[in-house]
């Protein structure tokens, strides 16, 4: 096959992106990548052919466009001659990269949603997306959850992002010459999902019971990772304590609380960044180490917890190596990773307001004494130890493709 794979110039969602582009290029097929320049390297090192995204407005802006940043029409029209070029039988676009969707429609080309979260389409029974509410456990919350939903549904797309969200789409639509959306099409704070595939990568035992759609199919987390120098971890023989800030959402504040509260404590702290370049401007106390970044292959193995903003890839990568994480949202769609990590048992949240010192400190007290959290995630790490998500996501794609 021919398939392009896009993230757009999301850089926490490249990783997914890259992860499904070099399986499918293992497995023999063509692949074209879609990422910002930064990337490049990385791509044609893997053997895969690469193009240039460039950063867009997408619907749900909420302040106009910087001066000489392009349009959503202006990176579709773009994208056409690369995909005719290219010829693809399939592009598959991460949910943040509304353009690709909307070139392959005008090229006659099949497009699959890449969803590197839970799955961000409310159930039936289910709370609202994104708002860090754990799902009904027994009848009784499921019967008031589900006599909530339409007015939680109705609340929901009357907030002023999402409410504008279908009418942009369509309005770049019709600009494009193509038809409205349907009515009851699933359409997120980025744009619509694909109706014909969607990977939603993250495990099963994350997402709440529901009645699933013919095209949806969980494949379990999609990782990759560049590698990067290992980094000097402070002395001693403590539990190691991973902080790791947001790559979308400044996390200085939760790196500064974490180091705060542990500072007395007899654990080992390695915090990171996630920002390449940055120098930490605060104190760090003798237990304690910062990085402006950091190989997960290499902290994590060793790690007990790991404190993070929510991000999904962090959160998928602690639960892959059996850690169980602490989630401090941090916005977007962090609380709800932060509510499905609680619901599974796997970790806990704090939310950011009551983000203290003391608060954290007390909170990762827990994930370390009560030996269940370990346990649960050690049970995630070994479903995703034979469950390889990036395969399964190919395998997935090859059948669409062989319909």
């Not at 039936?124 to 997306?129: K, N, Q, S, V, W």
């Not at 180091?259 to 304690?288: D, F, H, Q, Y």
């Amino acid at each position: 096959m021919r398939v392009m794979v896009s993230a757009g110039f999301g850089e926490g969602h490249a990783f997914p992106a890259l992860a499904l582009a070099r399986e499918l290029g293992a497995r023999g097929h063509r692949v074209l990548v879609e990422l910002s320049e930064r990337w490049r390297e990385t791509v044609t090192g893997l053997g895969m052919e690469f193009t240039p995204a460039v950063d867009y407005v997408a619907f749900p802006a909420a302040a106009p466009a910087d001066a000489g940043q392009a349009t959503v029409i202006e990176t579709v029209e773009g994208l056409r001659p690369v995909l005719e070029r290219f010829s693809p039988d399939l592009v598959v676009a991460d949910m943040v990269a509304p353009a690709p969707g909307l070139a392959a429609e005008l090229t006659r080309v099949s497009w699959a949603s890449l969803i590197p979260l839970v799955y961000p389409v409310q159930g039936r029974g289910l709370p609202p997306f994104e708002q860090g509410f754990v799902a009904p456990r027994t009848r009784l919350t499921y019967t008031v959850w589900s006599a909530l939903e339409p007015a939680t549904r109705r609340w929901r797309r009357s907030g002023r992002w999402l409410r504008r969200v279908p009418r942009l789409v369509d309005s770049t639509r019709a600009k494009l010459g193509l038809p409205p959306l349907a009515a009851d099409r699933a359409v997120t704070t980025y744009g619509p999902l694909s109706e014909e595939l969607a990977l939603v990568a993250t495990f099963p035992q994350l997402e709440y019971p529901r009645r699933w759609p013919a095209h949806v199919h969980v494949t379990g987390p999609l990782a990759f990772e560049v590698p990067h120098p290992d980094v000097e971890l402070p002395p001693g023989d403590g539990p190691l304590i991973v902080v790791a800030a947001s790559t979308v959402h400044a996390g200085e504040e939760l790196v500064r609380a974490t180091l705060r509260g542990l500072a007395a404590e007899p654990v080992r702290v390695v915090a990171t960044v996630n920002r390449r370049g940055t120098t930490w401007p605060g104190p760090v106390p003798p237990n304690a180490a910062v990085v402006d970044w950091l190989s997960y292959s290499q902290v994590l193995p060793l790690a007990a917890a790991v404190v993070t903003s929510g991000g999904h890839g962090t959160v998928a990568r602690a639960l892959c190596a059996g850690v169980p994480p602490l989630v401090v949202p941090a916005g977007a769609e962090t609380a709800e990773n932060g509510a499905r990590v609680t619901w599974a048992g796997a970790g806990l949240m704090v939310p950011r307001r009551l983000a203290a010192p003391a608060s954290l400190r007390a909170a990762l007290g827990r994930l370390l004494e009560e030996e269940r959290f370990a346990a649960r995630a050690g049970e995630l790490a070994a479903w995703a130890a034979a469950n390889d998500g990036a395969r399964r996501a190919a395998e997935v794609i090859e059948a669409y493709a062989a319909r």
